[in-house]
């Protein structure tokens, strides 16, 4: 599937893109450490990092903090994970060093346990079971601690780790109580940007799973109402993105509304669909999914369209000129309603498209049967629809 740039990294395994979003989000500003430039290939095996003997809190901190630019370039995945593992050990190490001698007021205690949070997640991450166990244990102990954005850090990464446990194990029973963990943590402040970019992650995670729409669903429905309450306007912009892709999702037993210009600039009328199966198809020429898909449409339109199959696409292409060649060069016998503004196609945003192809098969009662017709689901939905006809 492609994907809407804006969204693409949303789109990331859940965690990777949860743990490149959240690594150092507890360091103020002048803390937090830019992105090294590439640096030329270190020679040598690299040698171990360890934390120094003595050194002040402050020195012990910057110390962890500057092994996040690295000096030398990997020069493998393995000399890779080795050093992600170091740093992750080296910044716990620091951590339970300073924070005995910290109170929660004293401006170094963010860092610290920023350090520890993250490094306690970067070697569960690496397979370390008892860090994975014992990040929840320390979050759990921040959550009431007096500095706001620590305590919401922590609540944050224990929505993490749940859904972690959760996308691993392949076992979603939880989800609905893990939505309604994600909505009271919004609701104590709609104007969390760093929460609503997790709830955001979350939501579009629990759709990439199979049979997730529901549970999507329903967390973009938990969701919206409170991102709509904010004070920020970019987080209320967003929150018509969310009403956008609940309307999508609640789509299956529900009439769709089909609307906009042919490519020859007519209206399209839908009343031509009454009594048919139609499949709607959100493509682009430049996707390259959606273009292997075409085979498999014009494949069962041959087959079943004498017996009341149609199939309506939506372009998401910006240029009339390649859609048209397209469509002569595949000879695709159906109308293509185009609006020549890529992702800000009406329709797309209507529906909260944020992945194409998007393939939506409604059956004849003018009802949609389901959000995702592609490949042998769809040949298969349509021998189920047309077994008795002649």
């Known amino acids: 599937m492609t994907m809407r740039p804006a969204l693409h990294t949303l789109r990331l395994p859940l965690l990777l893109a949860m743990l490149a979003g959240l690594c ?14 590439p640096a030329a290939e270190a020679e040598g095996p690299a040698a171990a990092i360890e934390l120094p003997a003595d050194g002040s809190p402050e020195e012990l901190l910057e110390f962890a903090e500057r092994l996040r630019k690295p000096k030398a370039r990997p020069r493998s995945q393995e000399e890779l994970m080795k050093y992600m593992g170091d ?4 910044s716990v190490q620091a951590a339970d060093k300073v924070l005995p001698k910290l109170k929660p007021n004293d401006p170094l205690f963010a860092r610290a346990a920023s350090l520890k ?11 370390d079971e ?7 244990a320390f979050a759990g102990t921040l959550v009431d ?28 029973a939880a989800a609905p109580a893990l939505v309604k963990k994600m909505a009271d943590l919004l609701a104590q402040n709609p104007d969390d940007t760093k929460s609503v970019g997790l709830a955001m992650q979350l939501a579009q995670a629990f759709e990439q799973i ?33 009403a956008s892709k609940l309307r999508l999702l609640e789509l299956p037993g529900k009439p769709m509304e089909i609307k906009g210009a042919l490519l ?18 959100f493509w682009a020429t430049w996707c390259g999914p959606c273009v292997a898909e075409i085979p498999n449409m014009l494949e069962q339109y041959e087959k079943y369209h004498a017996k009341g199959f149609e199939v309506v696409g939506i372009s998401l292409d910006e240029d009339r000129k390649a859609v048209e060649g397209f469509v002569a060069e595949n000879k695709i016998p159906w109308p293509i309603i185009f609006a020549g503004k890529g992702w800000q196609d009406p329709l797309a945003q209507f529906y909260g498209i944020s992945g194409i192809p998007q393939l939506i098969l409604i059956g004849k009662d003018g009802n949609v049967i389901t959000l995702n017709a592609r490949g042998k689901k769809l040949a298969e ?10």
């Open 24 to 37: 150092g989000l507890l360091l103020p500003a002048d803390a937090r450490q830019p992105a090294a430039p």
């Open 87 to 90: 740093v992750a050990r080296v």
């Open 117 to 127: 949070l993250d490094g306690l997640m970067m070697l569960g991450r690496l397979g």
């Open 130 to 136: 008892k860090a994975q166990t014992e990040m929840a």
């Open 145 to 172: 601690c007096p500095v706001p954005d620590v305590a919401m850090e922590a609540k944050r990464l224990l929505i993490v780790a749940d859904a972690q446990q959760m996308f691993e194990k392949s076992d979603f």
């Open 210 to 242: 199979p049979e997730g729409d529901q549970v999507a669903a329903a967390a973009f429905k938990s969701f919206a109402p409170i991102l709509q309450s904010s004070k920020n306007q970019q987080v209320k912009e967003l929150a018509e993105g969310f």
């Open 264 to 281: 020859d600039g007519s209206s399209f009328d839908q009343k031509g669909l009454a009594g048919k199966v139609v499949l709607v198809d």
């Open 381 to 390: 939905k349509l021998a189920e629809l047309f077994k008795d006809a002649g």
